[in-house]
């Protein structure tokens, strides 16, 4: 069963409160982050605390995601040290990757299964060539530097970077690599958040990543099946089976064709309900 990603929570490694806080949050994934969100003063102190804390702390659930600093950067690799091959990491998420050489650069030192930041022009126009890298399993857009490196403007419909996140997310499932959308920063605007969230599951995303607690829940509900969705599904599969025993293959379900393609994305969504569920399980949730 494949695990859900709907909320990716980013905390700054220096945070203590945060961290400690982030055991109990209803985050499907925690990316730990080095780079940005810490300052250059605190990046010692963070890379130790961060170390400690994931070798004691229990996330339950939560896939534990570290973000290290850039490739080139004098932290990198004390980064890659700690945590490539840490007991309390299910994967290393590295900065800015324009192509697949700058995932083979941490390849033989880290063990665990790499992701990667796409938030260049160059990682958005080489996405095919890095989802193919046989140690990434997952992709998250960096919307804020991908903007900056633009040029763009922000846009509420997102319309100058969606060029980027499309080309991405044809690459991620090109490759079947999960794929998490950029970060909202305007973290106490609920509406813009569901606007947001909506708009990339509809195109495809696995989830969002957000900076704040408050944000967790629309995500988690934007990006789940809802109740009718699986009801629809269940029926469709239902339909065709029907079908297939009349010895027709295309039923009809509410006015609308269902083959077997339909069929198979209507198991798709029953099979992430189920993971979602499973998940609120785990932790407690229901
Ligand atoms: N993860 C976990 N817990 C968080 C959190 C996060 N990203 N952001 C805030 N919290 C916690 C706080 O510790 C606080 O907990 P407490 O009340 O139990 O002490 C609670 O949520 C409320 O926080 P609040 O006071 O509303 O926010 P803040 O002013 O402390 O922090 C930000 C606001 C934006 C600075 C902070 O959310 C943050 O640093 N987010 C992540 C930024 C980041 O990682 N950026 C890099 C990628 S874009
Ligand atoms: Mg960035």
Redesign the pocket.
């Known amino acids: 069963m494949t695990r859900p990603y709907r909320s990716v929570?980013?905390?700054?490694a220096s945070?203590e409160?945060?961290l400690e806080?982030?055991r109990e949050?209803a985050a499907d994934a925690i990316i730990f982050?080095l780079e940005?969100?810490v300052s250059p003063e605190e990046k010692l102190r963070a890379r130790e605390l961060l170390a400690r804390m994931l070798a004691s702390a229990d996330y339950g659930a939560r896939a534990r995601i570290v973000r290290v600093n850039g490739l080139g950067t004098e932290w990198v690799e004390g980064d890659l040290a700690a945590f490539g091959n840490h007991q309390g990491v299910d994967a290393v998420l590295v900065p800015k990757v324009s192509a697949p050489a700058d995932l083979e650069a941490v390849a033989a030192t880290v063990k665990v299964p790499l992701w990667a930041m796409l938030e260049t022009a160059k990682g958005c126009l080489n996405a095919g060539a890095i989802a193919a890298h046989p140690r990434l399993e997952g992709m998250v857009m960096g919307t804020?530097d991908l903007a900056k490196e633009l040029g763009a403007r922000f846009r509420a419909d997102r319309l100058p970077l969606l060029a980027g996140l499309g080309a991405c997310v044809l690459a991620a499932r090109a490759a079947g690599k999960v794929i998490v959308d950029g970060?909202f920063n305007a973290?106490k605007d609920e509406a813009g958040l569901r606007a947001e969230c909506e708009q990339g599951r509809d195109m495809g995303f696995d989830g969002k990543t957000l900076?704040?607690?408050a944000q967790l829940e629309i995500a988690n509900e934007v990006f789940a099946p809802s109740e009718e969705e699986v009801a629809l599904a269940r029926r469709q599969i239902a339909a065709f089976a029907e079908a297939r025993a009349r010895g027709e293959g295309v039923a009809v379900v509410d006015g609308r064709i269902v083959e077997n393609l339909h069929v198979a994305s209507a198991e798709a969504l029953i099979g992430k309900a189920e993971a979602i569920a499973a998940r609120s399980i785990a932790a407690g949730a229901v």
Not at 9 to 12: A, D, G, K, T, V
């Open positions: 929570l980013y905390i700054p945070r409160r945060a806080k982030a949050l982050d940005d969100a804020n970060v973290f900076i704040h607690p």
